[in-house]
């Protein structure tokens, strides 16, 4: 017997237990950098995961309501725009995963799909406004931001991969999708 009677409520419960997570996550933090971002103990799996149980639409909602929610956490804002590019674009394309959730792999494929694309967008801010407040010219920006954005981003993201590929993690995985999505 389930306590959820409505499919929608049990889909805003497990979203808001994912995006808890991720929230609480994102202060765990193994490294921070200097002009923002940091590497935390797997903050953006758990808003991936939204997308790899609902799919593409609930997952971009709940990831744009996660890059809110990191904009009133500890914003870094050197520009107007940026903001935009910083948080509802790169942390909304979290929710991009949900792309891949029926296929083979889908929360991995999903997961390196959506790190990367908000690595770019990370990037893009980098190459947009920072290049400005450092004088070092587009190359030497685009090759600074990217520079600058894959210290952080990838190590979390080669650690997450690495996980998920664990036998015991990938069953616990499938699991919580089926309660998720059932």
């Avoid at 935009?84 to 959730?101: E, N, P, Q, R, T």
């Avoid at 296929?103 to 967008?121: C, D, E, Q």
Wanted: proline residues 4%; positive net charge.
């Amino acid at each position: 017997m389930t306590i959820f009677k409505n499919k929608l409520a049990k889909t805003l419960a497990f979203c808001g237990m994912a995006l808890a997570l991720g929230y609480v996550a994102s202060y765990i933090k193994i490294a921070s950098m200097p002009m923002g971002g940091s590497m935390t103990l797997f903050s953006m799996m758990f808003i991936c995961l939204i997308g790899y149980w609902y799919g593409l639409k609930v997952g971009l909602m709940a990831a744009v309501a996660y890059g809110v929610l990191q904009f009133l956490q500890k914003p870094v804002v050197i520009h107007p725009m940026q903001p935009i590019i910083d948080y509802v674009l790169a942390f909304g394309a979290l929710g991009l995963s949900g792309i891949f959730k029926d296929k083979k792999y889908g929360l991995i494929i999903g997961y390196s799909v959506a790190v990367f694309a908000r690595f770019i967008f990370h990037s893009l801010t980098g190459v947009i406004f920072f290049i400005d407040v450092t004088e070092m010219g587009i190359v030497g920006g685009s090759i600074a931001s990217l520079s600058y954005n894959l210290t952080y981003i990838l190590p979390e993201a080669i650690i997450t991969i690495v996980i998920l590929f664990l036998p015991p993690v990938k069953k616990a995985m499938s699991k919580v999708k089926e309660l998720a999505t059932t």
